[in-house]
């Protein structure tokens, strides 16, 4: 079976270490999940996450050269929520503001007036 980057496919875990876990998709392709590529949220043990011989889906981020071996994702197959700030912050407007060398050059006598006294 050929397999691209980028695509969605199913694996069981078969080995898991403090750095991710080792995928078998098929008898000649595998893959790790990195620790980074586990979860959104911080992973402190991977063990939380996945279980041996656990049915996952995972995307390919990356194929080595031999295209066995793959770089794959837990997190970029899962359902993203959005973020939620609540309904209690409000979005306060800005002041305008005068940005650039305008700006600059009208203070500038004011600070000479003060590093000279």
Known sequence: MRYMV????????????????????????NGLIH??????RFVRDVHTY??????VRVKILDVDEDNTHFRLSLKAVAKKKPRSFGKSRII??????????????????E?????VS
């Open 6 to 29: 980028g695509e969605i496919v199913e694996g069981v875990i078969t080995g898991i270490k403090p750095y991710g876990a080792f995928v078998y998709l098929d008898s000649q392709h």
């Open 35 to 40: 620790i980074s590529e586990i979860s959104e």
């Open 50 to 55: 996945v279980k041996i011989n656990q049915r």
């Open 92 to 109: 306060q407007e800005l002041p305008e503001m005068k940005i650039g060398f305008s700006s600059l050059a009208e203070k500038l006598p």
């Open 111 to 115: 600070w000479i007036n003060e590093a």
